[in-house]
């Protein structure tokens, strides 16, 4: 049996293929353009309802609220940073030096007063450090004993509960 190749009859004669007709265009630009034209109306839309939807949203916040990224200063909790801590020692260091090289009182009523550092060491080498004598000395430990063991009593009835 022959087969006849038809010029309409879509079969080709001898691979089996249909035979289609040429395409004109590659894609329809007015589609394209029209399908851009509506994405880009879309966003613009979103845009509104959400730039609607927040000031909502805002005008029915309490105005009285601090979040924390507001603008109103007010100071962190304590401690605070030093905003110079260079500046910071060095008046430091200065204060403590005037503090060491000069008299003063520490506490007027009490008869306390502080004496330069130097003069103070001269004083220890002339007159030497108080020692304590073997009495006071027994003493001192026998008080010592009595409240480490008051305070073990203490201690132990306080387990037992």
Excluded at 29 to 34: A, N, Q, R, S, T
Excluded at 47 to 58: N, R, T
Excluded at 134 to 159: M, Q
Aim: hydrophobic residues 40%.
């Amino acid at each position: 049996m022959a087969t006849q190749d038809h010029p309409h009859s879509g079969h080709s004669a001898d691979h089996g293929i249909p035979l289609l007709p040429p395409e004109v265009r590659d894609a329809n630009i007015g589609l394209v353009v029209k399908t851009g034209l509506g994405l880009l109306i879309f966003l613009v839309g979103c845009i509104g309802v959400a730039k609607f939807q927040y000031e909502y949203e805002v005008s029915r916040q309490p105005a009285a609220v601090s979040g924390p990224f507001s603008q109103e200063q007010r100071l962190p909790p304590e401690p605070r940073l030093q905003a110079y801590p260079a500046k910071d020692l060095t008046t430091f260091r200065e204060t403590q030096s005037h503090v060491a090289a000069t008299y003063g009182w520490v506490d007027k009523q009490a008869g306390l007063a502080r004496v330069p550092v130097e003069k103070a060491l001269e004083m220890v080498l002339k007159t030497g450090l108080p020692v304590r004598s073997a009495e006071t000395e027994k003493a001192a430990l026998a008080a010592a004993l009595k409240a480490e063991a008051a305070a073990a009593a203490k201690s132990a009835a306080e387990a037992k509960k």
